[in-house]
C-alpha cells in the first residue's frame, strides 16, 4: 500500500497550487483519507481530511475557506486545492490513509496516530 503525493512548488502570495495524492495497492474511496503539513522545527499539523464512502470533508480553522479537499475515484487520487496561498503556507505536505478505519469508528480526523500509511511529502513555498 503507497500514497504518492506531488504538486507541490514555489508559488507567489495569493497564488493557488493543487496537491495530489495517489494510492497504489487499496481504492481511495474506501478510506478516510488526510492532508498534514510540517514546517521546519514544527509538529506536523493537520489540514483536512475526506472520509471513507462519502462521508463528508473536514477542514482544520486555519484552512478553512481557502483550502478544498477532494476526491477522483477513477484517478484513485485526492487533491488539495489550495488557494490565496500565504508564506505562513510553507511547509512541506503529506496525505496520509487510515487503512485501519480508525477514524470511520471514533470520528477523529485531525490526529497524525489516526493514519498509518504516509506518503512521502511534497515541497510548498510561497515566497515573493
Known amino acids: 500500500f503507497q500514497l504518492q503525493a506531488c504538486g507541490g512548488g514555489l508559488a507567489r502570495p495569493g497564488e493557488s497550487l493543487r496537491l495530489s495524492c495517489t494510492a497504489s495497492?487499496?481504492?481511495?474511496?474506501?478510506?478516510?483519507i488526510g492532508w498534514f503539513r510540517q514546517a521546519p522545527g514544527k509538529e506536523r499539523y493537520w489540514l483536512s481530511s475526506?472520509?471513507?464512502?462519502?462521508?463528508?470533508?473536514y477542514y482544520s480553522n486555519s484552512v478553512r475557506g481557502r483550502f478544498s479537499i477532494s476526491r477522483d475515484s477513477a484517478k484513485n487520487t485526492v487533491y488539495l486545492q489550495m488557494n490565496n496561498l500565504e508564506p505562513g503556507d510553507t511547509a512541506i505536505y503529506f496525505c496520509?490513509?487510515?487503512?485501519?478505519?480508525?477514524?470511520?469508528?471514533?470520528?477523529?480526523?485531525?490526529?497524525?496516530?489516526?493514519?498509518?500509511?504516509w506518503g512521502q511529502g511534497t515541497q510548498v513555498t510561497v515566497s515573493s
Open positions: 475526506i472520509a471513507a464512502r462519502s462521508l463528508g470533508e
Open positions: 496520509a490513509a487510515d487503512l485501519s478505519l480508525l477514524t470511520y469508528s471514533n470520528g477523529i480526523y485531525y490526529q497524525p496516530g489516526q493514519y498509518d500509511t
Open positions: 495497492g487499496f481504492t481511495v474511496k474506501d478510506y478516510a
